[in-house]
């Protein structure tokens, strides 16, 4: 298994800019999460799904964010209109009882 | 407050060296515990389960105070390979896991 794949793995844009990461967990996972690490905040966990349904998105910061999982292989976390201070690197991970995360994406909002 | 807090390091030790971390969770409903180690530009990735009655893997040792809601992290003779950022983390049944914000290590020669 390749494990959760994310893309892109940098992305740099300008402010006011949508943003879009992807996510595919590793097959036969049950439950999916977005996570937010930066040097300040350390890992935050932003939200996550169960069998492809949302369970608990307190952590998503505001409205500009959210999160999708259409089907059990891919997710989304889109953020429209993207700031500067949503620069961070932003892990996805899938597991039942470990979880395993992907390599992140670090953005860079200008 | 947060619910899982750490020491933030650095630990810096020479090789050989016995390190501990010590973390405190909050949430006293919190049923499991784990040690991530993340290394520079990567993500993080499981190094052990932390069970009440301690457990150990090869060098290192997790220990687990309920009572207190204490988790500790013991590493001997340690390796330039060590050198990383451990992550203790907490877990309630139907929720995430609750990671600390991490406690640095770096292992020198």
């Known amino acids: 298994d390749a494990g959760v794949i994310q893309s892109p793995r940098h992305e740099v844009t300008e402010m006011g800019q949508e943003v879009t990461l992807r996510c595919k967990p590793i097959?036969?996972?049950?439950?999916l999460f977005w996570y937010r690490q930066t040097m300040m905040r350390g890992l935050e966990l932003l939200i996550y799904f169960n069998n492809n349904v949302p369970i608990d998105d307190s952590g998503m910061p505001e409205d500009r964010f959210s999160a999708k999982m259409p089907n059990a292989s891919f997710s989304t976390l889109k953020i429209q209109p993207s700031e500067p201070r949503d620069s961070a690197v932003y892990f996805c991970?899938?597991?039942?009882?470990?979880?395993?995360f992907g390599p992140g994406t670090r953005l860079t909002v200008l | 407050r947060k619910e899982v807090e750490q020491d933030p390091g650095p630990f810096n030790v020479p090789e050989g060296a016995t390190v501990a971390f010590n973390c405190t969770y909050s949430n006293s409903a919190s049923q499991s515990f784990f040690w991530y180690r993340q290394d520079c530009r990567k993500e993080p990735k499981l190094l052990m389960s932390?069970?009440?009655s301690g457990n150990e893997d090869g060098r290192f040792t997790a220990q687990l105070n309920r009572a207190s809601q204490y988790i500790s992290l013991l590493i001997r003779d340690s390796k330039l390979s060590d050198s990383a950022t451990y992550l203790c983390v907490a877990y309630q049944a139907g929720t995430a896991l609750i990671f600390g914000k991490g406690t640095t290590l770096s292992v020198s020669s």
């Open positions: 932390v069970y009440s």
């Open positions: 097959s036969g996972h049950n439950s």
């Open positions: 991970s899938s597991g039942n009882n470990e979880q395993f």
